[in-house]
Every structure is written in C-alpha cells, then in structure tokens.
C-alpha cells in the first residue's frame, strides 16, 4: 500500500480516495510563501536515487553521484547530459541538484508538488514539463499514476520521477547500444523519446482498460447484478480521471511544436514533436470512446433491471390472476348455507357431479387465463 | 474471418472486441525506437501487390513489377504515375518502395500502422494523407473499416491499402477509356478522385445503415423486445466508431484547400476539394443526425417498457381488486358460528334467499369494481 | 405521394424513410466522374418549365422560351434577367441552360441533385446558393421541403426549383406592378427578396409546427397516452430535419454579408442582407426554443407514466391491505376445531354475540387501515 | 388581458401560448415588400403618445406634441433631445417621427415589429437597437416582456415602447432635478442610463423569480405533488423565454464597448458601458444557476416518486407477506377431512390445545415476518 | 447566524435562500444614478476597521487610521502601502479612502456591492479586482463565500473585506519579519502574495468538501436514504455555487498575465502570475471532476432505488406465488360437496391418508414453486 495514485477498482471507498490525488496534498503549503520547497505527496520512494547518463556520438557515461552537485561538471560540457532522479522526499538533495542547473524557485516547488496537471512552463534558459506516467496494475486490476518532471536545457535533460520502475528502459538501451539515431540527436530529441514512451505505454493502459469493459459488458449480457453496476461507474470515474491527466498534455505538445521556444527545440524534431501529438491525439480519441461505450453501458444496466422488474411483475401477476378466481370458487363451495332451509341454498353442493363440475370450473377459468395471457405474449 | 475492421452488429461481444481496433495493437511498438517499420494490424492479404499505372494525356500504361525498386524509374518522368500497393505485412518490400520515394522514416511507420486517425502530414516534397475507406458487409449486417494512405508527390501518387478490393475501379476505368478530364490533368486530380470515390462510397454505407435504423425503428413500433435494445445500442456504438473516423477528415480536407501546400496541390482543383469538402461536411451531418434519431430510440424503448409494466400492473390490480372482495364474501359465508347457541349468529346461512343474497352480493361487488375502472379508463 | 421532402407526422413508418432525403440517392453517383449532369431526386414535376422575367426601371417583360439557348439573348443585356425554372429531371434541358450561362460543372451537378445542404459556392463571375424552401401541408400536417438553386450572376438570376408552386409571387407582383424599390435595384437585390420570401415563410411554418406543440401540450396535460409520446418524438425528429435545413444558412448568408464577393453583390443591399440574417437568427433561435420545449413535454410524459403507475400501484395495495386481513379474519372463524373435544376449540363460534363480534372486528379493522392511508395521504 | 408577453404561470395552455411571441405573428408580413412598415404584436395602448424632453447642461424642457413633425426642430438643436413613444400601433404616426430624423425604411419596419430578438444595427448616423424590458407581475405570478426600441443620434434618443408604464421614472427624475451627472452628459449616457435602469429592473425580476424557485423548493421538500412537477416545468420554460431574451443582450452592449461605432458613442462613456456590460453578464450567471437548480429540482422530484413507489410497494408487500401464510393456515384447518374415516385425517382439530396451537402457529408466523422485514430495514 | 454568504448543508431551505447571494439585494439599486455608493450585502461586522501596512526594503510600519484621509500621506510615499479595510458597511468612510486615492465612483459603487462576479476593470492609474475568499465552517459543514475586493496602484494596494477573519495572516507575518521575497517587491507583488494566499486556500476547502464526498459515497454504499440524495442534490449545487465563483477567475488572472496593463503589473511577476493561473485551473478542473463524481452518485443512487424496489418486488412474488396454491389447495377441501350424496363428491376427504395426501400436495407445490425460483436466480 506504499502508492500514492493508485485506482482501486474493486473497492469504491479506497477509489474515493484517490479522488483527492491531485489536490488534497495541496493545503499543506497554505500559508507559505511561493517557492519555497516543500515535497507534498507520499513519500513512496526508499531514498532519492540520482543517475546521471552522459553521452555523446562517440561515448556513453553512466554514474550515480553521490553528492548531485557534481552534476554541474557535466552542465558545461557540450555532450547531452540526462540526469535521471527516482523520489522527491528528500527536499534538500533536489533543491541542490537544482541549484546546479539555475533552475528558477517556483520551478523547483513545482517539481516537488507531485498533485500537478501536465503543463508546460517556459524559463529563458529551460523548459518545465509536467506530465504523468500511467501503468497498469494487473494485480489490482487499476490504474497506477506518477507525476514525471522535465527540465529540457540546451544540453541537458533533468527528469524527476516518483519512485523506481518506469518505462524509460527501452530509451537507455538505444542510448547504451547506440540503436537507432538517439546518440547522433541533442538533448531535445533525447526528452522526445521519454515522452514517446510514456505516450506508448499509455496506449497499452488503454489496451487493459479495454479488456476490463469487455469483461464487464460480457457480464453486463450474460447476468447484471447491481455489482456490475458498481464496477461501471469505477470504470466510468476511472476515465474521468485518465481523461483529467491526459486532456492537458495535448495543448502542452501542441505549444513545444508551435515553435515558439526555439533555442531549446531544435527544428530537426518537428516532425517527431508532430507524430507525437498525433499519438496524444489518439490517446484522447480512444478515451472519450471508452466514455461514450461506458455511458451506453449504464444505460444498458439500468433498461435490464426495467426488463426484470417486468418480469418480476408478470410472474406475479400470472399468479395472481390464475389463483385467486380459482380460490374464490373454492370459497363459494365453501360457504355454510344451510341446504335444509331452502332448496336454494347452495344446490350444487347436492348434485351428483357437484365437486366434478367445481373442478371443471376451476380448469376451465385457468385455461381461460393461460389463453389470455399466452395471447398477450406474456410469456 | 479474416477481415479486420469488422463491426459485428448481431453479437454484441465481438462488436466489443472491435473496440481495440484504433489502438490496440500499437502496443506491440512500446519500446521501439520511432521509425521503426512494424505492420501494426491483422494480416489481411495473401501477398503483397504492386500495380503501376502510368500515364499522361496520350498514352496510359499498367504493370505489375515484381521488384518495387523499378518504380524508382517512373519517379524521375513527367507522366502521372500511380502506384497502388495491396497488403501492408511484408515490411521489407514496403519498405524498399518507400525508399524509391524518399519517404520520411515516420511516414513509413504510419504507413504499416492500420491503427491511425485520418490524418494529413506535409512533407517538403510530398503530402501523406490516411483515411478509412467504409464498405457496408449485408451478410453480417456490419460495417467494415480498411485503412487507406496516399503520398502525393509532385507527379506521383502512391496509395496502401490493407488488402485487395478497393472502390476505385471506376477511377481506374477512366483513366483507362480516357473518358472525362482526368488524363489532362495532374496526380493532384487523381488524389482528389479516388478521394471521391471514398467518400461518395460512405454515402451508400450510410444509406444501408440508415436502412438498418428503418428496420429497427418498425421493430420498435410493432413489438419492442429486449434484443430490440441490444441491437440499437451495437447500432449506437457503430455511429460512435463511423464518426471518430470521419470526424477528422473535415480537418485533413480543410487544410488541403487553404493551399499552404501550393506545390503539390494545383489551384485548378480548388472547386473540386471544395466540392469534397461539402460532401464530407454532409456524411458528418447525416452521422449527427443518425446519432439523434437512435438516441430517441432508446428513449422510446424505455418509456414503452414502462408503459408495458403500467399494463402489467393494472391487470394485476383489477384482478385482485374484483376477486378479493368476492372471496372475502365467501369467506365470511364460511364461518364456521354456532346458529343454534344464537339467532344472531349468521342468520343469513338459514334465510331462505340466503345463497342467492350472498351471490348477488358478489355480482355487486364486482360489478361496482368494474365501473370504477372503466371510469379510471383503466381498460 | 408524388412529393419528395415530406415529414409524414402521423406514420412513423413513413416519417423514417424520410431520413433519407439528404443523402440517400447520393448512391446513384459513385462511381461516375465529378462534374457528371445526372439529376438525384424524385421527379416531382410534369414537364421542366421555364420562365423569363427580363425587366429594368422602365419595363418588364416575361416570356416562357421554349428553347433554353434563347436566355443566351438576355445575358448580354444590362437589363436584370430572372430565369425560373420549375423541374429538375429533364437533365439535358437544365445543362443547355447551365451551358449558356457558362456555370462550372459541379455547379450543374449540384444544381441537379436535390439532396444538398444550404450552401454558397463563390465562382469568378457568379455565386451559387442552395437553400431549401419548406412549407407546411395542413392536410398530412407535415413540412414539405423543396430544393431551391440561385445562380447570381452580375445582371442575371438563375432559380432552379423542383417543382411548380413557390413563395415568389409577392415578388412577382412587386416587380410587375413596379411597386417597392425592387425594379430600380439589381440583380442583386432581386435575389435578396427571394431569399426574404422562403425564410418569411418558414416563421408560418414554424408558427404551425408551434400549433401542433400547442396541441400536443394540450393533450399531455389532459390525458397522456402512449400515442401522445410517440407523436411528440415525431415532432421531435421533424425539429432534427427542420434545424438540419437551416443552420448551414446562417453561415452562407454572413458568408454574403461579409462582402467578400463585391461584385456580384452591391453595398448598397448590405442593410437588406443583414436584417435577413437577423431574421435567420431569429428562426434558428425558434427552432432551439421548440426543441427544449418538446424535451420539457418528453419528460413531462415519463413523469405522468410514473405518477400513474404509482397511482395504480396505491388502488391494488390499498385494496390489498383492507382485504386481506378480513379474509383472514374470515377464514378464522372458518376453521373446523373441534368445540366438543375442548372448551378451549374456538368458543367464540358458541358466542351469543359470536358473528356480531366478527364482523365488528372486520370492521374495525378494515376501519384502521382506511385512516392509515388517509393519514398517509394516499387519496 | 390586454397584454401580448405574459408568462402565464398557473395554467399551462396559455403559457404555451406564449411560445409564439417571438414569431408568432410575423407571418402577417409574409409577401409584403421589405422595408413596409406593419404594426406586428397586439395592440396594447389605447393611443400613441410622444413625450419629448429636451436639455441641456442649463435647462431642461417638456413637452407632449401633438404632431410628430415637431420633432424636426429639436433634431437641429445642440441641446440632447430624447423622445419617448409610447404605443406603436398608429404606425402613420411613427413613421412621420421616424422620417423627421431621416431613418431607414428597415428600422421604421423593425420598430412596429415587437417579435425581434435584442440586436444592434450600426447605421451611417444612427445606431438602431432593441431590447427587451421585463417586468414581474405578482398577481398571476409572472414575467411579462414589452419591447424597447432606441435610436441614438448624435444629439438625440428616440425610445419606443409598446405601452406607457416603464423603469425609466427614476432617469426622468434625475434629468428634471439635475441630480447626478445626467445633466452635463451627452445622448449617449441618456441612452446608457435608460439601458442601466432597464437591466437593474432584470434583477428584481430575476429576484422575484428565485422566491418562486424557492417556494417550489418547499412544496418539493414537504410533498411533491404531480402539480408541483407541471409547475417546474412552467418555471424552466419561462428560464427558457428569459434566457433567449437576455443572451443577445451580452453581445450587443459587447458591440457597443468595442468602440467600431465612436461618433454616437462617446469615450467618456466606455467605463459606463464596461458596468452595463458586468450586470448582462451577472443576469445570464443567475439565469443559468436558475435552470441548473430546475434541473435539479426535477430529478429530486423524479426520484421522490420514486421512493414513494418504492413505499406503497412496501406496504403491499409486508401485508401481503404476513396475511397470506396465516390465511393459509386458517384454510389449512378449515379443510372438511373425514376424522371419522381415519385418525390421520386432521388429528389436530380434536385436540385439547388445537385452537390455541392454531392460533399459536399464525402468531410465530406473523412475528417471524415481522422480523425479518425490521432486519430488512423496510420499517 | 450573522453571516451572508451561508451554503447551509443540512437544511435546504436555508440553501435555497443562498442562491440569492449574488442577486439579491442588487434590486435596491434600481433607480438610483450610476456611481452612488450604497452599501449592498448584509452587515456583518461591527464595525468598520481600517489597517495601514506601509513597508519598504528597510522598514515596516501598522497603524490604524481613526480617519482614513490619513492614507493621503501614504499614497505619495515611494513606500508600499497596503490598506486593508474590514467591513463594508459604514459608506462615508470606505467613500472618503477612496477619494483619498482618486477612485472612479463605479469602483466605489463595486467595492460597496457584495453581490458581484470576480472580474477585472482596468482604469487609467489602478486596477480593480474582485475576487471570492471562500472558507469552509466545519460546524454547518458548508462554504462561507466573502468578498474581497483589490485596488491595486503603482505603489499602493486597498483590500475591502466584509468582515474581520481572513487568509492574509502568513503574508502579514512574513512583511512583519522579512521572510521571502515580499519586503524587496512592489505592491503588485503584495497583490500577488494575497490572491495566492486566497486561491491556496480553495484547496483546502475543496479537501474539505471532498472529504464530505467520501462520506456520502460510503453512505451510497452501505445505506441509501432519501436523505442521502437530498443531500446529494445540496452538494450538487453548492458545486454549482462554488464553480461559478472560480469560473471568471480564470479569465481576471489570464487578463492580468497577458501584461496589457504594464504600468501597475511589473514584469518580474510574470511567473508568479503564471503559477496562479495554474493553481486556478487546477482548482476549476478538480470543482469539474467533483461535479462529474456528484452526477455518478445520484446515478448510482437512482439505480439503487430501481433495485430495491426489484428486491421488494421479488419477495412479494415470492410470497404471492408459493402462498397462493397452497391457499387454493386448502379452499377446495374446505368446499361442502354433500359426500353423502355422491361418491363423486370429494372422495379425497374420506380416504385414510386424504389429510397427509392434502399436506403432501401442498409441500410438492411449495418446493416446486422454491425450486423455479432458485432456478430463476431470485434468491
């Protein structure tokens, strides 16, 4: 349990929970004053773990320093610098690193304030890129979310992450094995390739939570129980809140692209900055269908219960409407009228085919129901 | 079963599958580098085919080269050249073509993935367009989606599909017979036909589902059954899935007809993408207002399920409010009081008229429940 | 049934098939190449007829040509020049007509397939306008919408309908009679006032729509039968065709205003272009007003079928309640226990006020829950 | 009832009625040639009358002409003129005022016509606007509109209004005992103050209205009847009627701060307008909070009848659950089994606590029901 | 109970009386000249208290003015001065500071009017904003809503609260001890300061009102009541409340980033006003996620209304339906059939086993009635 942005799906309570991820931290800060560094968020991480990847065409670095400020070394050289940093609970270690890179105090407060909306802030010597990372969690069949920072400089790339573990590891093998064209590229096409692989894995997110509608909407076909119902509307705020973290990203790739900050974009990546655009583009596209199937499914839900209340309802009016004439005839013949008195009285109860003619009375009022009844296709 | 963008009308847990068809298997890319050729989508052709046709205002000419390399020979003439490729799962020959092409890395990888929003890319010396070409299947009552990417060059066009069988054998019939404009005129011309032919074929895809609404709608009329909702809401989840695919299209149109791409689009087909862009502009229309008359649909199942479980309830009600009473009466009749220990103890049980007074009791009774209902017009 | 555009109010049936109108011969077309003359609609009239209205300050004069070509004349003159032609289907007349006056052929194309949506086409030396012109048909209590084509040219105005009868004859007699400013203006404001007389009409339209709602509403509040609901989402769907008609207008007359096409349309009819606009917001904003409200009567049903069914719920359990436990009470004193056997067997059947006893405890107790529902306000 | 724009609250026919005011009688026009100046709405006024005020910083002057053309002279004065027309069915009359100050024929038009949406016609020396003064009329609980019309010229105000009785008597006011800066200001801020007094009334209304929401709040809260439902739904519609009369509002005075139109409009006034602009604002922000807590007001009645389903449906249930087995019971020992022919035969009815374990029997049934719908929690 | 802005959660009539925060007391206005300072809200402090904050670098003085011409001094200092006024309704006073500092009559007029929209006029030599300070008042468990205005000059800033009690106490601290950056700004980044201390603080509340969420979702859960929809409804609309006093936010803080107004808004702020402008989208976006979690919840409720209702419809069938036979079975041998005079007539009660025959038919009945209902998953 030592997540922060986690989605329970089978639980509602603990789902309601995670409806404060963004902003319940927040109110600790009230009162301070702007920029001062302060980490809200849980703290998920054993300890802040600092690497450091330095690589040009010709060479490849990789350390993990001890003390961040010997990065300020590699913020000189002219090779791209990525310095990778896992856990933000130590505020005093980030504030050094950021120190080393002249990051402006805000910057900083924003890059410990884990309950941001993807943004993009731009300072005249770096960008600041908020974005958040998804990961499915099979286990607890949810979604796992983790604010990701980016500090773009000309030659460097700072990226903050939460805790260990993300989707990076395909990006530092082509860096290490020299794959592909990222070792010939500058440190913007470098912060392009982690974006593109956090937008990746958003597809495959996607991928399980399209699964988990499928089993529901199976469910929803075969027996709808008001369980189902419960696990939709998850679903349903479950998309909400993907909706919420992804929607922002696309203004913030659409101004990178937009060019206006050209020293630290370089031209040559246009068309990468455009491919991923697109790709945001789809991811959005694909959740507002999710939104739109999940709503048709509640509909579903909720004109299956009317169809069972029907059913219900005719069951018991079939009963009814059998039985109680039946009944009621019965109760005739079981008056005490007294056949002495008066040759009135009740004469059936004499006849020779009295009880077979009662009978017969009975048969011929149910058939007569089950005939109206049949008639009326009610089953 | 081979087909891939398959909107099963009749089983609603294959039309879920069809959910996954834009993203699902993009997936299988997280990690690689961008650029990478992968075919992203189901194998849907047995080979791969190649067709060239070239031709200018005298001649016309059609091969099918076994090596896409001898394309590279048409690039460098004045003719119009068209090369058609059918199936996308042999990457390398792709690729090769490509190559011929000078096509940009990404364009290449977006050509392989069937998996795309239509989309327009403006490349220095070429544009990359994607859209969907509709055809409605009558046996399985569905519609089927193939992905279709054109690259239009200066004086060449060439166009992927995902497998054979296409919509512009009449394009092709008049560039062979010559018969109207489009031998004068440029690859632009011919871009913009088979274009036309695309979105002239969603007229008829959208009239058969129109006729799928009809058949529903009488349906509805005649005897609404629970598989009647179903039905119209796998039709609501095809709208949703038609329109995300022509949606963007307005756009990609759009921005063909400002002209900031003057190379490869001549202004002599201005009249003619603008005439495109009015019928786009009517399938998105005809798609809203499909959209509307299935949502009053389902309201109009809805309500009549009420009305029927009204009905339901007012048979129960009559029945039990007539019979009850009469078997109260009986009841009463049934009482087991000693007459002799009291002459006030059911005297009625010893009238002479005693039967014939409970009865006619009953017949009022009755009868006072049925005006009082046919005063409710209850039936 | 020899009308096109009909709304068949009283037959869903027939109101479905109507979806069509837009988009459903559009299928006859794929396949053949743009600019092809081929007429797409029902044939509606007899004979294509054409008539000329050639008229400056001074005179008028108005002739029923039997050749087309002899409008050719009429062109050159400076005089203003109105050809009207009623009937679409004689295609090779309408592009002898179309050739005189030099129009594109898409132009022709369009102006023969009536299943377009309001639209302006700028060309070099002419506007092309489409606009649908409704009006409403007591009889079936329907709207019936017709096709309507302007080619403005400098000096000359084309109307293209489908069949006879329109709302120019107001026009026609101003222009004869020489009353208003209509003979000392252009060709420009010529088109103005036609334009004036089909949206003037659509307010009477809609003021008959705003009846039938009346009517509806009327009937809602009196006695709402399933019926009523089915014709308020005829209603309802008309508004979808009607709004459908008259939204693309609103952009095609500010397209006018905006004065972008100077010399077709003088400065001098800027005021006269404008208040039509104001009027075509004012239809569009009746429209929407119609549609809230026709949701409101939807919703309004839905409750009343819920009151309704509460109401009949309350009849049974009320009828229930009293009942039941007098039957009860009944079928106690019907049991056969043995008096001789104990003196404890039912001693109240020995009573001498046994059955008083009885039937004061059925009436009290019937008494009971008669102030129980009372209470609880249930009639 | 001699007013046209009434809401009528209790009775829903006539505020259905009232859905035409806005176009209801424009097709009286239909085929008259424009700029025809019609009176179009009821005669309200028993007859015309002209109030003029001319002032200056200095002096101030009123007079009631007889004749319109008197009017002429005060055009021509330095001094700010305003003319106040009360009734406008003489539409001799107000076109003899209109032509003094030389307005165009399509503004004569749209002064007598009291159907229009509010709007701005920017004229060479005049602006043209129109507006819609509320006013609530406690009696029947209702809203009625009347149309104003302006005409700011540079050194003059015509108001046309459809009957006397308005807000402007606090203005009149002020110009006759020069109280605040009324007197030193030019035409413009006469017609900002009238335009101000006109939208402060907007918020008594609006004030007035929101009594009734929250008396409906009340009925809702204590006991929702199908009467209060109707009457909801009569308060969203007249949201409707006051929305569509108030959202136009917004973009015309936008207009008039946007400055295009400075010789009417002063610079000295701009922070005026700005003022004029935030209370538009502020009444469409409370009309839109109104219809969201209609809405909501609709679902909590929806659902409180449905609860109150879920209670009668209670009720019959627990009855019918505990009476049926004890009914059973009683049959049971009142069945007619030989004891004689076999000691099996209903042993019970003889014995010594036979009566007293029957009744028993029914007790531990009735309690066990009991319990288990107090543990069900159904009362 | 002396507080205006009360969102009363527990009572909706006291809620209801709070829709009229923003409206109601305007219609005192009405009639009286533009610009005439009436105190509009109720009074809630005793009396007006006037703080003066002068500061520089060095030096920092308070002092409470008994007039509040005294400010004159400050105002021509090069210091910053801040004047923060508590209570509102003491109109000479709050009118002699602002003519103090040369305030447009409209922003004495705005500044005495508590009903109004945050917004941002613009004015030659200051700025005026009004904003919403919102604190939540654990013990009703509601928002208080207060406004403060902000008049922000080149070297001064005048805050108007109605009442005593706010969220600058950090910011007073830290000009009193010089902590941060606030002693070396100007007074626009005192302004800075307060707004951020005011949005920050609509965290907290959301936290708050998030928290409430919660607890009716667990509520949802484990027992829905009438009253949790009610109070369901009441959180609904304090969203409603809340989110239209965030909305315009957005729009003042963007005006006051795109650095129209340069002379009052230094450059060195920029940033700083970009982080509240993120804190304000963020607090927008999170009041949208609640609201769309609040519709979820009424949906969920709803739904689970249907269900019960299902339920209780289930168990009278149940009942119905196995009672019913069993009642029947027990009336046909309570029939009186002389057995005497035909063997015919109901031999069953003279057979030796006819009772436990009777019993026997009864029990084969009742399990086939449980067993068809198991099968059916009822229970």
Redesign the interface.
């Known amino acids: 349990m030592k997540k922060i942005t986690k989605l329970n799906i089978p639980h509602?309570?603990k789902a309601?929970?995670s409806?404060?991820r963004?902003?319940?931290p927040?109110?600790l800060?009230?009162?301070?004053?702007?920029?001062?560094p302060v980490h809200v968020g849980e703290q998920v991480a054993e300890e802040v773990k600092v690497t450091v990847m330095d690589y040009d065409q010709d060479r490849c670095e990789v350390i993990s320093p001890d003390n961040p400020e010997e990065c300020t070394h590699y913020r000189k050289k002219d090779t791209v610098t990525w310095v990778n940093v896992d856990g933000l609970h130590q505020t005093d270690m980030i504030e050094k690193l950021c120190t080393c890179f002249d990051l402006?105090p805000?910057t900083v407060e924003?890059i410990l304030n884990t309950t941001?909306?993807p943004?993009l802030?731009v300072?005249d010597d770096y960008l600041y890129l908020v974005i958040k990372m998804q990961t499915y969690n099979p286990e607890r069949r949810q979604v796992d979310m983790e604010q990701v920072s980016f500090v773009l400089g000309k030659n460097y790339l700072l990226s903050f992450q939460e805790k260990e573990g993300d989707?990076f590891?395909?990006v530092r093998n082509?860096i290490r094995t020299s794959?592909?064209?990222?070792r010939k590229m500058k440190a913007d096409y470098l912060a392009?390739?982690l974006l593109?692989?956090i937008i990746?894995?958003y597809?495959?997110v996607?991928?399980q939570v399209?699964e988990e509608?499928?089993f529901m909407?199976?469910e929803l076909?075969k027996?709808p129980e008001?369980e189902t119902?419960?696990r939709i509307?998850i679903l349903?705020?479950e998309m909400?809140?993907l909706r919420?973290s992804v929607w922002p990203l696309r203004e913030v790739i659409n101004s990178l692209i937009r060019g206006e900050e050209t020293e630290m974009i370089g031209e040559d990546i246009y068309?990468?900055l455009?491919?991923l655009y697109?790709h945001t583009?789809?991811?959005i596209?694909?959740i507002e269908?999710?939104r739109?199937?999940i709503s048709?499914m509640?509909?579903?839900?909720?004109?299956?219960?009317?169809?069972?209340?029907?059913e219900?309802?005719?069951?018991?009016?079939i009963?009814?409407?059998i039985?109680?004439?039946?009944?009621?005839i019965?109760?005739?013949?079981?008056?005490?009228?007294?056949?002495v008195?008066?040759p009135?009285?009740?004469p059936?109860?004499?006849?020779?085919?009295?009880?077979?003619f009662?009978l017969g009375l009975m048969a011929v009022s149910a058939a007569g129901m089950l005939i109206y009844f049949k008639r009326k296709?009610?089953f």
């Open positions: 509602l309570n309601a929970g409806i404060f963004f902003n319940k927040s109110s800060k009230a009162g301070l004053p702007p920029g001062t402006h805000l924003d941001q909306r943004k802030d300072f989707t590891d395909p082509r794959k592909g064209r990222i392009y390739a593109d692989s990746d894995n597809f495959s996607l991928e399209g509608i499928e909407e199976e076909v027996e008001p119902l419960h509307h349903k705020r909400i809140l919420r068309f990468y455009k491919d697109d583009i789809q991811v596209d694909t269908t999710f739109d199937i048709g509640i509909d579903i839900y909720l004109s299956s219960v009317s169809n069972r209340m029907n219900v309802m005719k069951v018991l009016t009963f009814a409407a039985f109680i004439p039946l009944t009621f019965a109760g005739v013949y079981g008056m005490n009228f007294d056949r008195t008066s009135l009285n009740m059936e109860l004499g006849w020779y085919y009295g009880y077979p009662a296709k009610w």
